[in-house]
């Protein structure tokens, strides 16, 4: 990002400074494609909510359908979407929003065998990779939405990864005319360099026995991720867990980061079937790509420890 900043000059500018931070740019873009194993193309954004408002705005289809369980992001681009089931069908003239990796619960979301059945249907998929990108390998999907934060880039930027740009109406101004907004170049560098650097600090072995020492708390619903905990304590709820791990030093939230600060019962968990109870005593915890092995060790002492 240092060196974006350097040589910083507008990339859709045709002069030479201009030139150079489009040089820039591409090869960062490159260099994101390569270290996710990408071969479609990348439209750099602000971040993941508008990656995904692009995709399901912009997106040559006339039906959205999405899961339960997505972003509250996804509701606000689409917020007349209709809710996926059996009983739904799907055609060439819709776009179905299903998230890899569940922001609440880390449950893993089987997008790749979907996949298959969807497309013989003839409608595209969107998946949001926010909590998977550069840790698990990319589903197979015709549209997908990175954040680089969540792999340790900076804040600010993203991106919508697409099979083809055919897929999308353009609107006009940047990013091949599929984006408004002069491209944060220093972002994108920043990103490509998290993606290249690798996510983590503690090993899938330390990850692992955290997660056993949490699994009497942990709330489960299959396959899931070793990063992404739902936990439920049997008697305080969510709000003072919240309040008393913030005072020992933790910071956790009640659902997703973006709607923690409400009281009322996570959609996620309702849709997951958790009935209002246990949710209401549920908190989500992430291991960031920074946490250490001490970090953990001490927040499993420290659950031990509330009653």
Request: aromatic share 6%; net charge negative; with cysteine.
């Amino acid at each position: 990002m240092e060196e974006g900043f350097r040589i910083w000059a507008n990339p859709s500018s045709p002069h030479a400074e201009g030139r150079k931070a489009r040089a820039a740019l591409e090869d960062a873009r490159e260099r994101m494609k390569r270290a996710l194993g990408w071969d479609g193309e990348v439209i750099f954004t602000s971040g993941a909510s508008e990656a995904l408002w692009i995709a399901l705005n912009r997106a040559k289809v006339e039906r959205r359908i999405v899961s339960a369980v997505e972003h509250d992001a996804v509701f606000r681009a689409a917020p007349d979407a209709e809710m996926f089931s059996d009983d739904v069908p799907l055609d060439g003239r819709s776009i179905l929003a299903i998230q890899h990796v569940n922001s609440e619960t880390g449950v893993i979301n089987p997008v790749s065998d979907m996949g298959a059945t969807v497309k013989q249907t003839g409608a595209l998929i969107l998946s949001d990779c926010s909590q998977s990108a550069g840790k698990l390998a990319l589903p197979d999907a015709d549209m997908l939405v990175i954040s680089a934060h969540k792999f340790g880039g900076p804040i600010g930027i993203g991106a919508l990864l697409v099979r083809d740009f055919a897929l999308l109406e353009p609107i006009g101004g940047h990013e091949r005319g599929y984006r408004q907004g002069t491209e944060n170049m220093p972002g994108a560098l920043g990103m490509a360099a998290a993606l290249e650097a690798g996510p983590w600090a503690t090993t899938s072995r330390e990850r692992a026995g955290f997660a056993g020492q949490l699994s009497a708390s942990s709330l489960t619903f299959g396959e899931q991720v070793d990063y992404i905990f739902a936990l439920t304590h049997p008697s305080i709820s969510a709000q003072a867990l919240l309040i008393r791990l913030d005072a020992m030093g933790f910071a956790v939230s009640a659902g997703s980061a973006c709607s923690s600060g409400t009281l009322k019962k996570s959609r996620v968990l309702d849709a997951f079937g958790v009935d209002d109870d246990t949710a209401a005593r549920a908190i989500r915890i992430s291991i960031g790509w920074n946490t250490s092995p001490a970090e953990l060790e001490r927040f499993a002492e420290a659950w031990d420890s509330l009653t």
